[in-house]
């Protein structure tokens, strides 16, 4: 192999996509048929690049009955986290760019996010119900300690008594604990924190620009130290890669303070299936036909199923066995609780005497 070949071929520590897969939106695809070629080509190693926009909108309506939310929010488009299995990735082909390794890459910061979000919450037809922070991309991804969008959405919430669900797998939550500590006051936030495994090596290949499981187990504990209610997120479960540390996860979080939990099982829709296909062959060749099939056997033999209701959680044999382990372990630790109803009645708009719906 000529050295050149080599490098092409070298595998990109620190990112979760190592290609970049074609945009279906696109009548074009740009591809590099001659690795010898002197032609201008994009570095698979180049560094993150933050993307400004003047978004027009911040609040999303969610359709999804799967997901537990009603509106979403995202100051960030993109995820330099870079977690091979994220069903956001197929999102950022409407930006025009790739689900691949752009999504990493390319982030898409909405500098205008909090001002949208106080012109939204001003709206006389909003009849506060609460909404997700991070419904599709982490919302304290490493673009947050430069950007503080995230701080800035809190704030805006803080100041309408607006209720918000969260989710991360970024330490960095902590840098908001004062604001975080004031809406669990006035029962105005619940927070999920990811775990999907407390294996390093496989953390840093899956998810390779995330905080350790020790870092989030940290966060869970620090923030449930202070009143904060915090969850545990199991998922997605891999059969074959992550499914059998359910256990240790679910009681690790209960010991840190969690008081809920919620669980997906993978599901590889749009180009994620292309995506993580490459990924698992490249980092598991051992095990891959076997966990391949695992994950087809559990969505009728496709590695994708987009039925509500099913989609989320599987079927079959495997599906099952990982179902029947979390509501085993969930109960045996006492995290099989809903969560709380967050107050949607202290909503109210700066200079009124609150709301009237």
């Known amino acids: 192999m000529e050295e050149n070949e080599q490098e092409l071929n070298t595998y990109l520590k620190g990112r979760g996509a190592q290609i970049n897969t074609p945009n279906k939106f696109l009548k074009t695809t740009r591809v590099r048929e001659h690795i010898e070629s002197i032609d201008d080509w994009s570095d698979p190693n180049s560094p993150t690049q933050y993307l400004i926009e003047n978004a027009k909108g911040i609040v999303n309506k969610v359709d999804s009955p799967d997901v537990g939310m009603f509106y979403s929010m995202n100051p960030y488009q993109g995820c330099e986290h870079g977690c091979i299995y994220c069903y956001a990735r197929n ?13 990493e890459r390319k982030i898409i910061v909405k500098k205008n996010a909090p001002e949208l979000l106080r012109k939204f919450l001003m709206n006389p037809k909003w009849e506060c119900l609460p909404i997700g922070l991070s419904g599709n991309t982490d919302c304290y991804q490493p673009a947050e300690q430069k950007f503080r969008l995230t701080r800035g959405l809190l704030e805006v919430c803080l100041e309408f008594n607006q209720p918000v669900g969260m989710i991360t797998k970024n330490a960095g939550m902590l840098r908001d604990m004062d604001i975080l500590k004031k809406m669990s006051d006035r029962n105005l936030v619940s927070i999920l924190v990811s775990v999907t495994s407390l294996n390093e090596d496989l953390r840093r290949v899956m998810e390779p620009r995330t905080t350790t499981s020790k870092q989030r187990l940290r966060l869970i504990k620090e923030l449930s130290d202070q009143g904060i209610r915090m969850g545990v997120m199991l998922g997605p479960m891999i059969p074959g890669l992550n499914e059998h540390e359910m256990h240790d996860i679910i009681k690790l979080a209960s010991e840190a303070g969690a008081r809920f939990s919620a669980y997906t099982f993978i599901r590889l829709n749009g180009s994620i299936k ?13 095990r891959a036909d076997k966990v391949w099939h695992m994950i087809e056997g559990s969505h009728d033999g496709k590695v994708n199923d987009s039925r509500w209701g099913v989609r989320m959680r599987g079927e079959g044999n495997i599906a099952e066995i990982v179902a029947m382990q979390y509501r085993k372990y969930t109960s045996k630790y006492g995290l099989n609780h809903e969560r709380m109803e967050l107050d ?14």
Not at 91 to 103: Q, R, V
Not at 277 to 285: C, R
Not at 344 to 357: A, V, W
């Open 274 to 286: 292309l995506l993580f296909h490459d990924w698992l062959y490249k980092n598991f060749p051992d």
């Open 344 to 357: 949607t009645t202290k909503f109210m708009r700066p200079g009124t005497q609150g709301t009237l719906f």
């Open 91 to 103: 999102s950022f082909e409407y930006f025009g760019y790739s689900a691949g390794l752009d999504f």
